[in-house]
């Protein structure tokens, strides 16, 4: 049985956490047990005690998305636990969902960005999306900010430079600023397999992504570093749904998938996928063009399982 942390998060997180472990459950038979290590205090000394401890010991988590509740005491939610987990590097599929209005059919691209950290480096950032390249169309993209002055580009510069002309010499590559990649893949998404770059411009990028997708509520990442994983949704609290039953669950159903491929349940995670998959192709919440609240398209998914 593997064990497995999940945070609720706040406002539609435990809505959508308590779809996602239902679904989780059913294709893994009961096989998978849970901590929670929600907590509504967020002050970093009670929040590495009660939250940050039990996810570094088990190395796993499933976590909703987090706002901070005082921005003079605390950083915001997610970046609070890159530090305390010494996670560094962020990845986010994208791709085209049959079925879903606006989803791009040339759309299916891997977006490598750095998160923040004391012990981060680019390098890392890099060589993960190296690793991914090769498992994939073998092309890398190095796309950074165009606001800042070059001395503060140049570290992401070079880090990049020097991997590629020491281990990368198999890969296609190309380099791109902020502002022309973002309209290129607004209107060419196909001509991206995995793009690297910095924090800011991976944020921006995966929210052209995720509405090339056919919207935010459809988008997961994963992020790692120090032996830790978290898989989590793309998208925020959205404070506004909180307690309507309307929230899309799907990203973190799809955050799930790719846990369960981490955990080495390839299968497991293939039926999960392709019941979600077939589930939103007849079945939609209303942030997709559906008509399905939280509950009645979790239903037809456990139905497809």
């Known amino acids: 049985m593997d064990a497995i942390a999940y945070i609720p998060g706040d406002g539609i997180g435990p809505e959508i956490m308590n779809a996602a472990v239902r679904v989780i459950d059913v294709v893994m038979c009961g096989e998978i047990e849970w901590f929670d290590v929600a907590t509504t205090d967020f002050r970093p000394l009670v929040y590495e005690q009660e939250a940050v401890g039990t996810i570094l010991d088990i190395g796993v988590a499933l976590k909703g998305p987090i706002s901070s509740v005082d921005h003079s005491t605390m950083p915001w939610g997610n970046d ?5 987990l010494d996670v560094s590097t962020q990845v986010r599929a994208c791709r085209h969902i049959p079925g879903v209005p606006g989803s791009h059919r040339l759309l299916d691209l891997v977006i490598v960005s750095e998160l923040p950290g004391e012990e981060q480096t680019f390098e890392k950032t890099v060589q993960r999306a190296m690793n991914l390249a090769r498992l994939r169309q073998g092309k890398i993209s190095l796309v950074l900010r165009d606001d800042l002055h070059l001395k503060f580009l140049l570290p992401h510069l070079r880090a990049f430079n020097a991997l590629i002309a020491e281990q990368g010499l198999d890969l296609k590559v190309d380099r791109w600023n902020l502002r022309p990649a973002v309209a290129h893949l607004h ?5 991206f397999d995995v793009i690297v770059t910095d924090q800011l411009s991976g944020s921006v990028l995966s929210a052209q992504a995720g509405a090339l997708m056919g919207g ?3 988008t997961s990442r994963e992020s790692s570093g120090g032996g830790t994983y978290l898989f989590e949704t793309g998208h925020g609290t959205a404070p506004g749904l909180t307690g309507q039953g309307i929230a899309n669950p799907a990203g973190l159903m799809f955050a799930g998938v790719k846990m369960l491929e981490h955990l080495n349940k390839k299968t497991e995670a293939e ?3 392709q019941a979600i998959m077939r589930t939103l192709a007849d079945i939609r919440t209303r942030d997709i063009g559906g008509t399905a609240n939280t509950e009645q398209f979790t239903q037809a998914v456990l139905a497809k399982l």
């Open 271 to 273: 039926r999960l996928s």
């Open 216 to 218: 935010l509520g459809l």
């Open 187 to 191: 209107t060419w998404p196909g001509s």
């Open 80 to 84: 609070f636990f890159c530090r305390y």
